[in-house]
């Protein structure tokens, strides 16, 4: 993968992973927490031949810049550098993948309902309304959420480094892969740019401007957000779902109900992987996305 930093029109620089043709269709990829481009690195050698890969670091992570305010970190602030990173590469429509948070970018850009995006795939990310009723109604997945909660308190980043980053690695991926299939290439790389500064006040921003209510284990009769009543728009874009079913945070309730809220959706489940599907199992990851996207 070749890397460059590209100033946006949004103010802020990103650091852009690419590969494939120049002259290929398309396809944006944006990466989840607490990664970076390097989510797709097993993705991209079953890909490059047929599309073009474009793979920013988000704001706040990895090489790229890291705004100080917190509203700097809100959705729209994101689907914004997503729409002008394609118009800066002068792409006037693409394919969108997005994982995790990547994810989330994905379907609030798709909910729009915007002319850019011509098709889209999500892996282990929720559509946003059953994701927070969920948290609201079912036990198990709020349980799981938890995690969400410790990220937005304000002494978090202190403490993670309090802790040790090689502990903070082993806490983020022990619990979803087996930690000696990751290679020290890629552990090395991930603690560089934990350690950068304001690397973890960048990443834990996302879930800090993130408008999502988790509510805490003991809270009671939790009422739907105004959003949530007047609900959203349906997803007419071609949709793909990837999702790896062992993920212990985003649990496979997930995918109920989910074909009511996309016109035309495709789901793939991947029954031996968990949340970070892209790397744990590239190569069904890749045939789906490879049938999908072409």
Partial sequence: MKTERIKLSTGISLNVATAGPGDARPVI????????HRTWRGIVPLLEDRFRLIMPDQRGFGGSDKPHDLDDYRT???IADLLALAEALGHDRFSLVGHDWGGAVAWA????????????????????LIFQKTLIDDPAQREASQYMRRFRETAMEEHIREMGLETFFEKSFAPHVDLASIPDEDRRAYLEEWG????????????????ILVPAMDEEDVPYPDWVMTGVPKIRIPTLVVWGMKDPALL?????????????????KIDDA???VPWEKPEPVAEALHAFLG
């Fill in 29 to 36: 990829l944006l990466h989840g927490f607490p990664e970076s």
């Fill in 109 to 128: 850009a798709a909910l729009r309902g915007g002319p850019h995006i011509e098709r889209l795939a999500i892996i282990n990310s929720p559509h946003p």
């Fill in 76 to 78: 729209d602030k994101a």
């Fill in 196 to 211: 950068g500064e304001r690397a973890l006040e960048g990443m834990l921003a996302w879930y800090r401007a993130g408008p």
């Fill in 252 to 268: 496979p309730c997930q995918l109920d109900g989910l074909d009511a809220l996309v016109e035309d959706l495709t789901v793939k």
């Fill in 274 to 276: 968990g949340h970070f």
